[in-house]
């Protein structure tokens, strides 16, 4: 496993800490640094998984502040909303009603 920056273990730290998936993480990665990761190694960064169980104890502050503002404001994304989410599912099985017309 390559040793990481900061930066980039800040960036992982706080994208596991937003739900992302490790591969979702890695993904972000190569593209945001150019920097190919394992997703193995991008687990290692989440705390609340054995994997992860080793990080230090900045990084798991971190994790745990950014988990609890992207829950605080979790209700900021519309589709975090389960009365948005049916209705733009409504909204979709009508429009498909009116093509099949």
């Not at 800040?10 to 394992?38: N, R, Y």
């Not at 975090?80 to 498909?96: G, I, P, S, T, V």
């Amino acid at each position: 496993m390559a040793t990481l920056k900061e930066p980039i273990k800040i960036f992982i730290v706080q994208s596991l800490a937003c739900m992302e998936t490790p591969q979702q993480v890695a993904d972000a990665v190569k593209q945001e640094f150019g920097l190919e990761l394992d997703r193995r190694q991008c687990a290692s960064y989440d705390p609340t998984k054995h994997a992860g169980r080793n990080l230090s104890k900045k990084l798991k502050i971190l994790f745990d502040e950014t988990r609890r503002d992207f829950q605080d404001n979790i209700l900021d994304i519309p589709i975090a909303n389960k009365a948005f989410r049916l209705r733009e599912l409504q909204e979709m099985y009508d429009d498909y009603g009116k093509i099949k017309s």
